[in-house]
């Protein structure tokens, strides 16, 4: 292996700068969201201690927020540095969507995220509350115009090729817009990025609760957070379904990869493994868990439906689909089958046990449980939020890794995408600077949010106290802004 190879440089580079940045982006779509229904509460209840968890929250919003911007921006320039091949091909058709983000999307998200920042007693209270909707509203519009340039590298839609130069260019910006996979991703996403929210709700809680803090608080907060878990978790699983039988339909190469399966199956054949022994490249494979017609569900909808193996894909794909690209994968269009068949389970794994302990969380923490909460079961719970991040991020691998080798499939493979003349050691030190770079900035991020975690929520005011909402926010030690 050449450890200076461009593209396995630019690869590693690209690989862990969107991991690192896609860490921000699901907490702040979830917990926009988590502080608009606060907000929401306390203006149509005006019991002020959902004042004071929208503030508590919104500072761990805002700070999530600032750092995501940081780390984003890296992102969009890496296509020119070390995938100028890539931009050039596509760059009609990627980059409009991209654009809709920036200045669109973007710029009105951070709007009304200056409006609610500054507007506190100073915007009448439905116009301010209003500001923090409409910041949802933004946030989750550059999240769906993020998720259809990347539904173009999966299928792409809405282009033609150009008679000069090979280049897609754009044909049709609303098939781009209304791609299959943009349409399931984003529910998908934004169901994950509730699971994720919703974890880092119940973290912060238990922490207080497990010190007998802020009681009166907070456990209306663990409730929130618990529901919202259970909640985001069935949303994950009807559209992670819808998004599964899209993915069959436009790359069915990525389903065979995630069961590792080589050879078409149908019905009972078609079984799912929960788990396996052995590398899972055909050759190893010792024990394995298996589930009839479970797979064969999955991708069709039908328990006798048929599922396409890896072996005959190839065939397909090199003969058929695209011979012209045959020769440069070795007849060999399949992922790497190891990353797609763990991502596949992890990003279920870490799901399903995320909501289980909030399942347990909801039982133990019931009005009628007559035992205490164990020590044991706060410190759990704690765990909430690394859980479910780490399912968003092993099913972004999934996603990603699963496309290969393909950089937009059935169009340009990965090798042709990377930029021609970089070298391999520039590609090493801008890897080595971002690395660096990041791992502070993830120190400073983590260390900021656990500050404000364990200052917790301000105290409930006293009889003789002013009301928080009439002091104005800059001489209240509520403040978080």
């Not at 907000?39 to 149509?44: E, G, L, N, S």
């Not at 519009?141 to 008679?163: C, D, H, R, T, W």
């Not at 996979?181 to 912060?204: D, K, R």
């Not at 209306?220 to 529901?227: E, H, I, M």
């Amino acid at each position: 292996m050449d450890f200076l190879d461009p593209l396995l440089l630019a690869r590693w580079q690209f690989g862990l700068t969107t991991l690192y940045h896609f860490i921000f982006v699901p907490l702040t779509l979830g917990m926009s969201l988590f502080v608009a229904i606060f907000q929401t509460v306390w203006h149509r209840t005006g019991d002020v201690k959902w004042l004071h968890l929208t503030r508590f929250f919104g500072k761990i919003f805002l700070i999530n927020f600032a750092m995501g911007i940081v780390t984003g921006i890296v992102q969009e320039f890496q296509f020119g540095m070390n995938w100028s091949s890539y931009s050039r091909f596509v760059g009609d058709v990627f980059g409009a969507p991209l654009a809709f983000e920036g200045l669109m999307a973007f710029f009105f998200e951070a709007t009304f995220i200056g409006l609610w920042i500054f507007g506190w007693n100073k915007l009448p209270r439905r116009i301010h509350l209003l500001t923090i909707w409409m910041t949802v509203v933004g946030t989750w519009l550059s999240a769906y115009f993020i998720l259809a340039a990347n539904a173009f590298m999966q299928n792409p839609k809405g282009y033609q090729m150009s008679a000069v130069g090979h280049r897609a260019e754009m044909a049709d910006f609303w098939q781009v817009l209304t791609n299959p996979v943009a349409l399931t991703q984003f529910p998908h996403t934004i169901s994950a990025a509730i699971m994720f929210s919703a974890g880092v709700v119940i973290a912060a809680s238990a922490w207080h609760l497990a010190r007998k803090q802020n009681i009166e608080m907070l456990r209306p907060a663990l409730k929130f957070g618990l529901w919202a878990m259970i909640i985001g978790f069935v949303a994950v699983f009807l559209s992670g379904d819808q998004l599964g039988l899209v993915m069959v339909q436009t790359q069915p190469m990525k389903m065979a990869a995630a069961e590792a399966m080589f050879n078409s199956a149908c019905g009972a054949n078609a079984s799912f493994s929960i788990f396996s022994i052995g590398t899972p490249d055909g050759t190893g494979e010792v024990w394995s868990l298996r589930v009839p017609y479970v797979l064969a569900f999955l991708s069709t909808h039908d328990f006798n439906g048929c599922v396409e193996g890896i072996n005959d894909l190839n065939q397909l794909y090199t003969t058929q689909m695209f011979p012209q690209f045959a020769d440069q994968v070795g007849g060999n269009f399949a992922p790497v089958l190891w990353v797609t068949y763990w991502a596949f389970r992890w990003m279920m794994g870490f799901g399903l046990l995320s909501t289980a302990i909030a399942a347990a969380g909801l039982w133990v923490t019931r009005k009628n449980a007559k035992r205490p909460v164990a020590g044991w079961m706060w410190r759990l719970a704690v765990w909430q939020a690394p859980l479910a991040l780490l399912g968003i991020l092993v099913g972004w691998i999934f996603t990603e890794m699963g496309r290969q080798p393909w950089i937009v499939f059935g169009l340009m493979l990965t090798q042709d995408g990377v930029s021609p003349n970089v070298p391999g050691w520039t590609v090493l030190i801008s890897l080595i600077a971002f690395t660096a770079i990041y791992a502070i900035l993830a120190v400073v991020e983590f260390g900021l949010i656990v500050k404000t975690v364990k200052e917790g929520p301000q105290p409930l005011p006293g009889p003789d106290d002013p009301d928080p909402s009439a002091v104005p926010v800059d001489q209240t030690p509520s403040t978080v802004y």
